[in-house]
């Protein structure tokens, strides 16, 4: 669906004869132009979104890349170094995926996890070994993520990263995905984007993507040299500080002037 301020549409009624089971294959095929196009068109009323909840915007991209140690106030959280050449990326498994509002759950295995507010940015087209400068045409647009970390088990060894972040329910994203002609309206710098991570409504940690060691477009190129990447792929690019969480916390991503991204905990067994 489309949603404006307080009122949405479905895309399948913009382009009569053609269904779109989630935003992936909205993605997949209909570029902003079209989409916006096609509303400009719209005549009908649209409806009010009321009570309506929102899932996640889709629950199979092809890839979801987590970068780590992108801010440094982030590393001393873990008295880590901070990657100083290369972005210390890792790939979650889409099994991991939750919406808004969804219980993010601590596994048995795990006495201290974090969650971690992210800006989450969504490839829109096929991209492979595409320069930084020219990175950002291949963005779809952004989402607020909260990437959580069993820290407990990746302290106990780095080479346990994969399995510290691939539990079900550690990876939220929504509840909707802003797209590149509006971010360019609310920030003609991306760079100032500012992003929070908020644990019972107090702000933990705040930071902009100016003070990233490696900037969105960077990371795009990056991992596009790889392997490619595909439509509805999604980078995570790190967060400014991840909040230890515990049964009953509500923890959340708000990204300034673009949404916010709001989750229970709950231990598992409780």
């Avoid at 779809?140 to 407990?152: N, R, S």
């Avoid at 790190?238 to 923890?251: L, M, R, S, Y």
């Amino acid at each position: 669906m489309i949603v404006n301020d307080s009122e949405f549409v479905e895309v399948s009624k913009l382009f009569p004869g053609q269904n779109f089971a989630d935003a992936k294959q909205v993605i997949e095929s209909k570029t902003i132009a079209e989409l916006n196009q096609a509303l400009s068109n719209y005549s009908a009323p649209l409806s009010p979104i009321g009570s309506k909840k929102f899932l996640a915007p889709y629950l199979h991209p092809g890839l979801i890349w987590g970068i780590g140690l992108n801010y440094l106030a982030h590393a001393a959280d873990l008295a880590a170094v901070a990657p100083g050449d290369e972005p210390a990326s890792f790939i979650k498994g889409d099994h991991t995926i939750i919406g808004e509002g969804e219980q993010i759950i601590i596994p048995t295995q795990s006495e201290r996890t974090t969650a971690e507010a992210e800006l989450g940015i969504i490839i829109g087209r096929y991209c492979r070994n595409v320069s930084e400068a020219d990175a950002l045409d291949y963005l779809y647009g952004v989402v607020p993520i909260l990437d959580q970390t069993a820290e407990d088990i990746l302290l106990k060894n780095p080479r346990f990263l994969t399995r510290s972040k691939n539990f079900p329910t550690f990876f939220s994203f929504g509840p909707a995905i802003t797209t590149m002609d509006e971010v360019n309206n609310l920030y003609p710098d991306f760079s100032k984007i500012s992003v929070a991570t908020v644990i019972n409504g107090e702000i933990h940690r705040e930071n902009t993507v100016s003070n990233m060691t490696f900037n969105p477009a960077y990371l795009i190129s990056f991992h596009s040299k790889v392997m490619p990447l595909y439509p509805g792929d999604i980078i995570s690019t790190g967060t400014p500080g991840a909040v230890h969480i515990n049964h009953g916390d509500v923890v959340e991503c708000n990204i300034a002037h673009i949404g916010k991204l709001v989750n229970p905990v709950k231990r598992q067994g409780s």
